[in-house]
Structures are given as C-alpha cells and as structure tokens.
C-alpha cells in the first residue's frame, strides 16, 4: 500500500514564525501536491511538485513556499505564519502517465493553528 | 472550466436507511470522477473512482457510484447506512490521467443516526 506520512499531526505556532510541514511518500510517485482543507471551501490546492526541484503554483499560494529536494519529499513552508494561515493542510501524490488513473493518495493531515 | 457541485453540506440518515449524496460536475471533455471520504481527524481515502467503461462503479464499504453523462452527475449511493458511515464525504473531478488539476468539492458530512 502506499503510505504518504506527514511528520506532524497538530502544530501550535506564533505569529511571524517560520513552519515547516513535512511529508514522506514511499511509492516512487512522481507528482506531489499541498492542499489546505478549511470548512465550507473543500480542499484548495497551494503548490504542486511533478519533479525533484520542480514546483508548480496551485490556486493559493500567496504566503507559502515548498521544496522538493528529493523525489520522496515535499515540504510545504510558511516564511512567516499568519492567524488566517490556521487550517488542515494536506499531502497528497500520485503517479503520471501510463496507466494510471489519477488518484491522489492523501497523508492524515497536518492540523496548524497560528495564535 | 471544470467545476464540481455537492448538493447539500450536511445530509442525515438513520441506520439502515438509503445513502444518497449529490455530486454534479461540469467539464468540456469527458472527465475522470473520485469519491473520497474522510473520517475525522484523518486524511482522505478513495472509496471509488470512473475513469472509462462501465458507468456503474462499485468501491469500498458497499458504496457505488453512477457516471451519468446526460445529467453530468456522479451520485453516490449505499443501500442501508451503517454508524461507521459517518464522515465526510468529497467528489472530485479531473480530465485525464497524469495532471496535478483535481477540483474538489466543497464536500458532504454524512450523520447516521441510530
């Protein structure tokens, strides 16, 4: 089975610190995705990753930056946390091409609140 | 523009009872459907997915779904509801395979009621 593992299930961070979300997927996934989940709005994508050293902005990006420096692991940063930055924010990777059919395979999640 | 709609944010049933949870979307090409679910505090899981083929499509924990391309819906359906159905409930949709552009919707959380 694929496991995509997010290193810390519930952070509580000060305003103005620096964050860092991990995740570690084991299934040679090419395509690694941060999504942020609030009520009401679903699940929003911040940036995707379809290569080491490759990134892609998703539809929120503003305030958050990732790295990808090995295929297995994509962390999403946030330079400098804001209160409105308090969320669930989710991993998800998948394979490309060939056969597949797309599917996103998620981490439990990363539960941030920025007091 | 691909979108997706769920109608209704919450949905009640009582044990044993039909489950039915709304998903339409619209999109110019035939898509890719997914239903995920999630249990609290937990991330998302598949529960079925329609890519090509048959429209009926049977997933996990007795659940399926039907691909109806005329009513641009993907409903899914469980005959009796059991407690550990409760959870929230996503439909997603993209137009091919090997793409990072999924759109989620807003999702459904399932009550059972015993």
């Known amino acids: 089975d694929v496991k995509v593992t997010q290193s810390s299930r519930y952070l509580v961070k000060r305003t103005g610190e620096k964050v860092f979300l991990e995740c570690v997927q084991d299934?040679?996934?090419?395509?690694m995705f941060w999504y942020r989940q609030d009520p009401g709005l679903g699940l929003r994508l911040i940036y995707f990753?379809?290569?080491?050293?490759?990134?892609e902005k998703g539809d929120i990006p503003e305030g958050y930056s990732v790295s990808r420096e090995k295929k297995e692991r994509f962390s999403l940063i946030l330079e400098s946390a804001s209160t409105n930055q308090t969320s669930m924010y989710l991993c998800?990777?998948?394979?490309?091409?060939?056969?597949?059919?797309?599917?996103?395979?998620f981490g439990e999640g990363s539960r941030l609140t920025v007091l | 523009a691909q979108s997706v709609t769920q109608l209704g944010s919450h949905v009640s049933v009582s044990e044993g009872a039909l489950v039915l949870l709304r998903c339409n979307y619209s999109?110019?090409?035939?898509?890719?459907l997914f239903w995920y679910v999630q249990y609290p505090n937990q991330g998302l899981q598949l529960l079925l997915k329609?890519?090509?083929?048959?429209?009926l499509v049977k997933g996990i924990n007795g659940f399926e779904a039907e691909f109806k391309k005329s009513e641009t819906s993907f409903h899914l359906t469980k005959p009796s509801a059991h407690m550990s159905d409760a959870a929230e409930y996503f439909c997603?949709?993209?137009?091919?395979?090997?793409?990072?552009?999924?759109?989620f919707g807003t999702g459904t959380r399932l009550k059972v009621l015993a």
């Open positions: 998800a990777s998948s394979l490309i091409g060939g056969m597949n059919t797309g599917e996103l395979f």
């Open positions: 299934m040679d996934h090419e395509n």
């Open positions: 990753s379809y290569d080491v050293k490759m990134k």
């Open positions: 999109s110019s090409v035939p898509p890719y």
């Open positions: 329609y890519t090509t083929g048959a429209t």
């Open positions: 997603a949709v993209t137009l091919t395979s090997g793409t990072y552009k999924y759109i």
